[in-house]
């Protein structure tokens, strides 16, 4: 399952999923997708390795710009991702 997590201001929608073992390391994936004109940009993320996969449009320095951010609030999705994103948090 994937959470919201954000819409940054060039309209990018920031998702994340619940966290998963992969190999041991307790992991998110954060997928960044940006409408344009005739369909979407898209790439993922892997926290807290940082790894970028499956990017599709996006040019470096979006993905850059996109990285800066994500370390900046990755222990936020990490916390959310643990607890079943915002919805989950909001009922406490």
Same mark, same amino acid.
């Given at each position: ?6 819409? &940054? ?14 190999? *041991? ?12 004109? *005739? ?7 892997? &926290? ?21 951010? &994500? ?13 079943? *994103? ?7």
């Amino acid at each position: 399952m994937m959470y919201p997590f954000m819409t &940054l201001d060039d309209q990018t929608a920031v998702v994340h999923s619940e966290t998963y073992d992969s190999n *041991g390391i307790e992991t998110v994936k954060v997928y960044f997708e940006k409408p344009v004109y *005739g369909g979407f940009y898209s790439a993922e993320c892997y &926290l807290p390795s940082y790894k970028w996969e499956n990017i599709n449009g996006f040019s470096q320095t979006e993905i850059e710009k996109y990285q800066e951010f &994500l370390q900046s609030v990755a222990h936020i999705i990490i916390r959310l991702a643990r607890e079943g *994103g915002f919805d989950s948090t909001s009922n406490c």
